[in-house]
């Protein structure tokens, strides 16, 4: 078993055998909840979000959001968009998005002049495709574009209802 540094490299590196492993790994769940952690943390930081309230909230949004889109991902990846031998649970998609979020720590460096526009843009794709690999690997899917049809789907769909939460709440 490789620890949280050498996971979090290998899943920003897109290693199938990373995100497998840690697709297995029951006892990783806490390792994938404090990447996401760290990706707001790092976001906020990078966000020059200083106040503490700020931080929680962005820390908060970050992770119902992210367990929202666990939640979103299991069931298009199993019931709208299954392969034959997709076979995934909560844990199993929990797991490897969290690690997908690995690259996102470097968003710290968001703020930095010139380049941090740049940087954001960089990460942003990152992470999608990371996350990609991690629905692929997660829902045992032989096709990538099946998995990023399905991140996308999720992507919409989170977007749509939470536009439409805000602006009843507005």
Do not use: H
């Amino acid at each position: 078993m490789q620890n949280l540094a050498a996971r979090m490299i290998g899943a920003a590196r897109l290693s199938r055998e990373t995100y497998e492993e840690v697709e297995a790994d029951t006892k990783a769940n806490g390792q994938a909840i404090a990447i996401v952690v760290l990706y707001g943390l790092a976001a906020a930081i990078g966000a020059n979000i200083a106040d503490p309230r700020g931080l929680v909230g962005v820390l908060g949004v970050t992770l119902v959001g992210w367990v929202f889109w666990v939640a979103l991902t299991l069931f298009i990846g199993t019931r709208l968009l299954p392969e034959r031998t997709t076979r995934a649970d909560f844990g199993q998609i929990l797991r490897t998005t969290g690690f997908s979020a690995s690259a996102g720590i470097l968003l710290v460096f968001a703020r930095l002049p010139v380049i941090g526009v740049i940087i954001v843009a960089v990460v942003g794709i990152w992470m999608l495709v990371t996350f990609v690999v991690a629905i692929r690997q997660a829902l045992d899917y032989s096709s990538t574009a099946r998995a990023f049809a399905v991140c996308v789907l999720g992507w919409i769909i989170q977007w749509v209802l939470l536009f439409g939460f805000s602006r009843t709440v507005v």
